[in-house]
């Protein structure tokens, strides 16, 4: 496609269930980038692949996150043990290096 | 961490009126980023502004670089520019920073 694509667009998980949040970035883009935005938190920085590069985590807010970049293309989030803080919409974005980040729709999560 | 600060935080207009949002961030950038983001939720690029003055129809930009802060222009504004315009600077290490945003009401 053209542009980034994420699933699913909406999810709703019971507190402690896993969840997995998937990213399709734009073809060609060797880096991919999560965000999250929450109510009262705005837009944060979450996790970056580039290339082959071991990701920086910096982000991520508990060791219940963590991801990966199957063959420098397809991106999951995967979220353990949900907690109700993690309700939030989870924003991938993609772009050659040093050039515009473009964003997908985003995944709506909420954890009851 | 680079502080990145949008105003104003809400800004109501009539159509036809001309505004214009601020950013200012607190270091050096890579480069800069507008967004327009939709009642979806969707983030709209609007501008990949490092340095200069760029325009695209009735919306344009500034960033001075080394007074570090960037303006948006909007002209003639329409009901459809309403929704939340974010400001966002790429640090060295090529993440986004995202300013809080301006949250834009246009009113027929």
């Known amino acids: 496609g053209a542009g980034v694509s994420q699933s699913p667009s909406n999810k709703v998980t019971e507190k402690g269930k896993d969840v997995e949040l998937r990213c399709d970035p734009i073809?060609?883009?060797?880096?991919l980038y999560w965000y999250r935005q929450s109510l009262g938190q705005g837009l944060e920085f979450l996790i970056y692949?580039?290339?082959?590069?071991?990701?920086?985590k910096s982000g991520l807010p508990s060791d219940r996150f963590s991801a990966e970049r199957t063959g420098g293309s397809v991106s999951t989030l995967t979220i353990q043990r949900t907690q109700q803080e993690d309700s939030a919409v989870y924003l991938c974005?993609?772009?050659?290096?040093?050039?515009?980040?473009?964003f997908g729709p985003g995944t709506r999560l909420l954890v009851l | 961490g680079i502080q990145v600060e949008q105003s104003p935080p809400d800004l109501i207009l009539q159509e036809g009126a001309n505004s214009t949002l601020r950013c200012n961030f607190s270091?050096?950038?890579?480069?800069l980023q507008w967004f327009h983001q939709n009642p979806w939720g969707q983030l709209i690029n609007l501008f990949y502004?490092?340095?200069g003055t760029k325009q695209n129809g009735r919306l344009s930009a500034t960033t001075v670089a080394t007074e570090r802060y960037s303006l948006l222009y909007i002209s003639s504004s329409q009901t459809t520019d309403s929704g939340v315009y974010f400001c966002?600077?790429?640090?060295?290490?090529?993440?986004?920073?995202f300013g809080a945003g301006t949250t834009v009401t246009v009113r027929a």
């Open positions: 974005a993609s772009s050659v290096v040093q050039e515009t980040q473009y």
């Open positions: 073809s060609g883009h060797t880096a």
């Open positions: 692949f580039q290339g082959n590069s071991a990701p920086d």
């Open positions: 270091d050096s950038v890579n480069n």
């Open positions: 502004i490092p340095s």
């Open positions: 966002a600077v790429e640090r060295p290490d090529y993440k986004l920073s």
